[in-house]
């Protein structure tokens, strides 16, 4: 697992709920693996947007995730609400993912994580 060097990042990561905290941080790891083997992928900064852990490169939209105690089973990646990341997936893998508008893949806590798909 990738240590967190934004200590602003790891804080918010410290603040979730044990179950949740690694949950999140898988789905963290495959954001930065994924981002690793993604040609043309030369930099990935963590830091925060809106409070939420969020994952930018040049020239490709932010992903930002987050737990919020509101939904305490459950945990999202968010996506810029003005691409077809969101709109593609619900094509490709309606079946496999939750959505939240056009905006958002969410988990519950029980699922497993599609690695494959996301």
């Known amino acids: ?34 981002a690793s083997e993604t040609e ?19 020239g490709g939209s932010t992903l930002r995730m987050d737990w ?7 945990y999202a990646i968010y996506f810029n609400c003005n691409t077809k990341l969101v709109s593609t997936f619900k094509e490709l893998y309606g079946d496999v993912f939750t959505f939240e508008g056009k905006r958002a893949i969410v988990f519950d806590e029980n699922d497993e994580l599609p690695v494959d798909e996301l």
Request: net charge positive; charged share 35%.
């Open 1 to 34: 697992m990738s240590k967190i060097e934004n200590p602003e990042v790891a804080r918010v990561f410290a603040s979730y709920p044990e179950s949740m905290r690694k949950r999140m941080m898988r789905l963290r790891q495959l954001v930065i693996d994924t």
């Open 40 to 58: 043309g992928v030369d930099k990935l900064e963590e830091t925060l947007k809106w409070g939420e852990p969020s994952y930018l490169t040049k």
């Open 68 to 74: 919020k105690d509101r939904a305490p089973n459950q």
